[in-house]
């Protein structure tokens, strides 16, 4: 099964800009992936965040964008707020199994 | 709106089975192209896939898992189940219940459950 790769923690300034990177451990990531992203907070069910690479759920500020960087899924966080601190996992889609990244604990500082 | 409920024993022992059934309401399990599915995670750990399931029956299992794994669709109830045998100390967890956005054959969970903490106890 396929193991999917993310920075284990990240740290940006308040209105900094910030970007994680998802990928296998073999090849790179293509739009055929579907990537997703989720936001959990501490004590929280995840939230979907991104789906399908860049299209934001309803609830998802602008500030996040998701796009494919250097054969990587990528989650870019433009100004970021204090509120955005928080674990992201990415999970990527493959033929009849998904897989979650490890996560990455991002620190607004 | 699709809201999804976990429910069921928070503490099972170890050896048996644990069972867990996840409650859909603000829509019909039976909605083309939603797949229903589980996942856990660990304190403090990262998110697992556990599996998910078509309403026709049709199963999709985590391949480290699949062993022990079946899950489940009760359509005359709107709700969905799980059961994991031959639990250890290593399935405590959090599991949360999870729908996709409506996409044939996309496993991707998009709406997700609160949770619920299940503690295996030897």
């Known amino acids: 099964q396929a193991v999917v790769t993310q920075e284990p923690s990240l740290t940006v300034s308040p209105g900094g800009t910030v970007t994680l990177t998802c990928g296998p451990s073999?090849?790179?990531?293509?739009?055929?992936?579907?990537p997703y992203w989720f936001q959990q907070k501490p004590g929280q069910a995840p939230r979907t965040l991104i789906y399908d690479t860049s299209n934001k759920h309803s609830w998802t500020p602008a500030r996040f964008s998701g796009s494919l960087l250097g054969g990587k899924a990528a989650l870019t966080l433009s100004g970021a707020q204090p509120e955005d601190e928080a674990e992201y996992y990415c999970?990527?889609?493959?033929?009849?199994?998904?897989?979650f990244g490890g996560g990455t604990k991002l620190t607004v500082l | 709106q699709l809201q999804l409920q976990e429910s069921g024993p928070g503490l099972v022992k170890s050896s048996e089975t644990m069972s867990l059934t996840c409650i859909v309401s603000g829509g019909s399990i039976s909605s083309n192209s939603h797949y229903w599915g589980w996942i856990r995670q660990p304190p403090g750990k990262g998110l697992q896939w556990i599996g998910s399931i078509y309403y026709s029956g049709d199963t999709y299992y985590n391949p480290s898992l699949k062993s022990r794994v079946t899950i489940s669709v009760d359509t005359s109830k709107n709700q969905f189940s799980l059961k994991l045998s031959s639990v250890t100390a290593a399935d405590t967890a959090v599991y949360y219940c999870?729908?996709?956005?409506?996409?044939?054959?996309?496993?991707?969970?998009?709406?997700w459950g609160q949770g619920t903490l299940v503690t295996v106890s030897s």
């Open positions: 999870a729908t996709t956005r409506g996409q044939l054959y996309m496993l991707a969970p998009f709406s």
């Open positions: 999970l990527l889609s493959y033929s009849g199994v998904v897989v």
């Open positions: 073999t090849g790179t990531v293509t739009s055929g992936h579907n």
